[in-house]
């Protein structure tokens, strides 16, 4: 177990479904970041959120809308998403500040299936 | 800006052989490096990080990998590979210390043969 620990591990949805992915972190950092994966394609970095403020947000569609409401939890509400949406969705925790060097730790992730 | 190119999409090694996964990096700055490991439908893990203490950095289940600024390349290398090293491998790179600005590399797909 990494520490960081992502519901559900799968989820198949309607295009006009919404639905919620959640990540929670266990390891006391103060940052946490969504990722998409999709094959054949380097990670993407959609959202950072850094003490609970967002502060990165890569011209994700507004279709997908995140949610930090404390430093342990991290949300990623879907709504009307396409099959291109299609991916490995990952969620991530670090520190933000302070010294030394603090990598990233990632959960499992979700295999999301739009259809 | 930075930038990461692995430069081989997909490596096969025979089990017990030597394993090399390339990396090349492009930073303005010191920059940070990392090699993330990926397992089928699992999360990324950390191998292993450069910390600017040693060029020659030292991770988990064998593998290193060290940092040449002159040839900007932070390669993973292990003496000898085993069954379970099969998986996607990717490079990081990140000009401050943090996750939030981290870049990944495209990924080289390991497979070891038996």
């Known amino acids: 177990e990494t520490g960081v620990t992502q519901t559900p591990r799968h989820l198949v949805m309607g295009m006009t479904n919404k639905k919620s992915l959640k990540c929670e972190q266990h390891?006391?950092?103060?940052?946490m970041y969504w990722y998409k994966q999709s094959a054949k394609k380097p990670l993407e970095l959609m959202f950072v959120?850094?003490?609970?403020?967002?502060?990165e947000n890569n011209s994700v569609p507004s279709r997908f809308s995140p949610e930090c409401p404390n430093s342990s939890h991290l949300f990623l509400h879907l709504h009307t998403l396409q099959p291109e949406d299609s991916a490995l969705y990952l969620c991530?925790?670090?520190?933000?500040f302070g010294t030394g060097f603090a990598e990233a730790f990632f959960g499992q992730g979700t295999r999301l299936t739009v259809v | 800006a930075q930038s990461v190119t692995q430069l081989d999409s997909h490596v096969s090694v025979s089990e017990g052989t030597p394993v090399l996964l390339r990396c090349n990096y492009s930073?303005?700055?010191?920059?940070?490096l990392f090699w993330y490991v990926q397992h089928p439908n699992k999360g990324l893990q950390l191998l292993l990080k450069?910390?600017?203490?040693?060029?020659l950095v030292k991770g988990i289940n064998g593998f290193e990998a060290e940092f040449k600024k002159s040839e900007t390349s932070f390669h993973l290398t292990k003496p000898s590979a085993h069954m379970s090293d099969a998986a996607e491998y990717f490079c990081?790179?990140?000009?401050?210390?943090?996750?939030?600005?981290?870049?990944f590399g495209p990924g080289t797909r390991l497979s070891v043969l038996p």
């Open positions: 991530a925790s670090s520190w933000s």
């Open positions: 930073s303005s700055y010191s920059p940070s």
């Open positions: 990081v790179v990140s000009e401050d210390n943090y996750g939030q600005n981290f870049v």
């Open positions: 390891l006391g950092h103060n940052a």
């Open positions: 450069y910390t600017s203490a040693a060029t």
């Open positions: 959120y850094s003490l609970e403020e967002r502060v």
